[in-house]
T-cell receptor, first 112, second 116 residues
Framework: GEDVEQSLFLSVREGDSSVINCTYT??????LYWYKQEPGAGLQLLTY?????DMKQDQRLTVLLNKKDKHLSLRIADTQTGDSAIYFCAETVNNAGNMLTFGGGTRLMVKP | DTAVSQTPKYLVTQMGNDKSIKCEQN?????MYWYKQDSKKFLKIMFS???????INETVPNRFSPKSPDKAHLNLHINSLELGDSAVYFC???????????????FGSGTRLTVV
């Protein structure tokens, strides 16, 4: 979407950390999300962060939010080949109900 | 299984035909959506229904008509199919804020529509 941007592609080696970045333009974003899409499948919610937080950790996933720079990142520790997928960030804005606006997705390729 | 299920998974049809895609959710969610994902994986909202009422209708051709017989179902009917309608169509659902938290959408697995 034009309001949420991501780089198109990331390639890492198995066991390394992956960092997927996202920028958004709407400063009134209330929630930000990371979704994972495997080939031929729908989007699966990985994690979300409320806009008054700056970090959230969930097992191998770490989400960092920099509200000043409107920058969101997803770090995957010890990346595995099963992590290969497209990762989408998304935001909701309080005055737009619960409509999600998605970024264009980052394709993560994990090499053995 | 609790889920959002859509049928069919694949749909190949000729230009000019009329087709429908069905979506059902058994999660008890209040709102359902249709998204279109193009060949570059870009996701764009088409429609949103809350408790059977249309609340979002983005700029889509009026050949596309959503129908919600009840809050667990949101079907998508497409008239006079065109080549440019080829895409993956995703249904999704969400619950209204629970304790002030919005947990995002639950997606179906998609319907790949190919118009030839």
């Amino acid at each position: 979407g034009e309001d949420v941007e991501q780089s198109l592609f990331l390639s890492v080696r198995e066991g390394d950390s992956s960092v997927i970045n996202c920028t958004y333009t709407d400063s009134s974003s209330t929630y930000l999300y990371w979704y994972k899409q495997e080939p031929g499948a729908g989007l699966q919610l990985l994690t979300y962060i409320f806009s008054n937080m700056d970090m959230k950790q969930d097992q191998r996933l770490t989400v960092l939010l920099n509200k000043k720079d409107k920058h969101l990142s997803l770090r995957i520790a010890d990346t595995q080949t099963g992590d290969s997928a497209i990762y989408f960030c998304a935001e909701t804005v309080n005055n737009a109900g619960n409509m999600l606006t998605f970024g264009g997705g980052t394709r993560l390729m994990v090499k053995p | 299984d609790t889920a959002v299920s859509q049928t069919p998974k694949y749909l190949v049809t000729q230009m000019g035909n009329d087709k429908s895609i069905k979506c059902e959710q058994n999660l008890g969610h209040d709102t359902m959506y249709w998204y279109k994902q193009d060949s570059k994986k870009f996701l764009k909202i088409m429609f949103s229904y809350n408790n059977k009422e249309l609340i979002i209708n983005e700029t889509v051709p009026n050949r596309f008509s959503p129908k919600s017989p009840d809050k667990a179902h949101l079907n998508l009917h497409i008239n006079s199919l065109e080549l440019g309608d080829s895409a993956v169509y995703f249904c999704a659902s969400s619950q209204d804020n629970v304790g002030g938290v919005f947990y995002g959408y639950t997606f179906g697995s998609g319907t790949r529509l190919t118009v030839v």
